[in-house]
Each structure stands twice: as structure tokens, then as C-alpha cells.
């Protein structure tokens, strides 16, 4: 299992490879120790596109953002600086391309384990605003509603979620799961939704190449 100092090296590398860099996605899940595995690609917003690149047996992948909101700066332990995308937006960015927060299974184990009143929900809904998609809305509305007793979002906010996604129906994600369909949220979601979160908890930490 990788270090934490050694994680914060290999953001700073990339961060400092490429024009106005940030971590994101699963990367950023990582930062805030979100995750059950580690991998090593990390995938890196930038302002210019960029040709993947690997330093130290680390590949870095470019997958542009939108928008970036309240980037979080820090440093790694030899002072290098480090971007990385916003909880709220991590969040967001995360249930859009669920497939590069890892699958659904690390992406459930993630809003599980945010700890209560770390989301704020102005900024969940600024990043939902600003990506104006009702599948999203809808989504990202299911989902948290999942964990309202552990992250402390309000049911106003939910229910804000489900009235901008209404009238589109959608998946949670692609896949050939056994599917079934939740009317309040005109969402098809996996009917082993219970048993995903369950399991991913028991992975455990492992490396991802």
C-alpha cells in the first residue's frame, strides 16, 4: 500500500507537468481518502491538452473538467504544490463518469464514508448548476439520499435533486446488471445496489494498474 506522502509526490508531479494542473476524478477520491483501491494512473484536469505521460511507473491521463470550483491547493512533504478538485465537485465529477471513479461499487463505498456536514450542499449545487443536466441532477440526488444519515445532507436539497431530474429517465451506469427501476427517481439502478455498497467495504486497499 502506497504512503500518503508518497501519493502527495506523485499528484505534485503531475500537477506540475501540465498547464493549470488538478487532480480529479478517482485521484481526488484518493486525496481525501475516499477510496478502497489505488491505482496508478491518475487522472489530471488541465487548461491544454496533453499527451499521456508516465514518471516513475505512474501514468498520467488527461480528462478535461467543465469547470473547476474551489480548487483545494496543498503541498507534497518537499513543499511542492499540489491541485486537486473541490469534495463537492469530486463528488459531482464522480457520479458524471462514474467509470472513472473506479465503478460504481468504489464510487458507493466513497459517498459512504464521507464523514457528516463535509459536503456543503451550496457547493453540490453550484457544480450541478453549472453542468445543467437533469440525468445528473437525478443521479446525484439518488445517490446521496442513499447516505443522508451519515453525511448530514438535508432533504430539501434532495428533493431539489429530484424535481430538476424529473421527466428523464436514466441508469445509474452502463453494465449488464440485473436492473430494476425506481419511479421517485426515474432511474433504473442495479438491483443489488445493497450488496455493492456491502462489498465494497471488503476489498481492502490494492493497486490498480
Not at 514518471?55 to 478535461?64: F, K, L, N, T
Not at 457547493?123 to 450541478?128: R, T
Amino acid at each position: 500500500m502506497k504512503v500518503k506522502n508518497h501519493i502527495e509526490n506523485e499528484y505534485a508531479a503531475g500537477c506540475a507537468r501540465v498547464s493549470g494542473g488538478c487532480v480529479a476524478y478517482h485521484g481526488a477520491l484518493q486525496y481525501y481518502a475516499l477510496q478502497t483501491q489505488q491505482f496508478n494512473t491518475i487522472y489530471l484536469h488541465s487548461d491544454k491538452r496533453f499527451r499521456p505521460f508516465v514518471i516513475d511507473g505512474v501514468a498520467y491521463e488527461y480528462h478535461p473538467l467543465k469547470f473547476t470550483y474551489n480548487v483545494v491547493i496543498s503541498k507534497d512533504p518537499d513543499g511542492n504544490p499540489i491541485a486537486v478538485t473541490s469534495l463537492s465537485q469530486t463528488v459531482v465529477d464522480c457520479i458524471r463518469h462514474i467509470d472513472l471513479a473506479g465503478g460504481l461499487e468504489e464510487l458507493l463505498y466513497a459517498l459512504s464514508s464521507i464523514p457528516y456536514g463535509q459536503l456543503k450542499e451550496k457547493d453540490l449545487m453550484v457544480c450541478l448548476e453549472a453542468y445543467d443536466n437533469a440525468s445528473l441532477w437525478s443521479r446525484t440526488g439518488y445517490l446521496l439520499s442513499l447516505f443522508q444519515s451519515t453525511n448530514g445532507i438535508g432533504q430539501r436539497f434532495i428533493d431539489i435533486c429530484r424535481i430538476k431530474g424529473s421527466g428523464v429517465k436514466n441508469k445509474i451506469t452502463s453494465g449488464d446488471k440485473a436492473l430494476e427501476f425506481v419511479p421517485k427517481w426515474n432511474l433504473f439502478v442495479p438491483k443489488d445496489m445493497g450488496n455493492m455498497i456491502t462489498k465494497g467495504t471488503e476489498y481492502g486497499t490494492e493497486v490498480i494498474y
